[in-house]
């Protein structure tokens, strides 16, 4: 679904952009080009943001950690 449409941006570029590292609305201004024009797209392109960072977080929750190196035993 097109959340800007001026740029031509879907929900999924927004995504990609957010799992690539993009956390703020100036992240996603920057790269895609939201919101540089009528602005009318804000309001859903932060919904999609605040909600890819949820699931980006949560997903990051569930991958196995490295063991701790920290601790040796000689
Ligand atoms: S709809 Fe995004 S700048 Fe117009």
């Known amino acids: 679904m097109y959340v800007c449409v001026c740029k031509g941006i879907t929900e999924?570029?927004?995504r990609e952009a957010v799992y690539?590292?993009?956390d703020r609305m100036?992240?996603?201004?920057?790269?895609?080009?939201v919101?540089?024009?009528?602005g009318i797209c804000a309001c859903h392109t932060k919904q999609v943001l605040?909600?890819?960072l949820v699931q980006k977080s949560q997903?990051?929750?569930f991958l196995p950690q490295p063991p701790c190196m920290c601790e040796t035993t000689a």
């Open 12 to 14: 999924t570029k927004i």
């Open 20 to 22: 690539q590292g993009a």
């Open 26 to 33: 100036r992240d996603l201004k920057a790269r895609l080009g």
């Open 35 to 38: 919101t540089e024009q009528c």
């Open 50 to 52: 605040d909600q890819t």
């Open 59 to 61: 997903i990051q929750n």
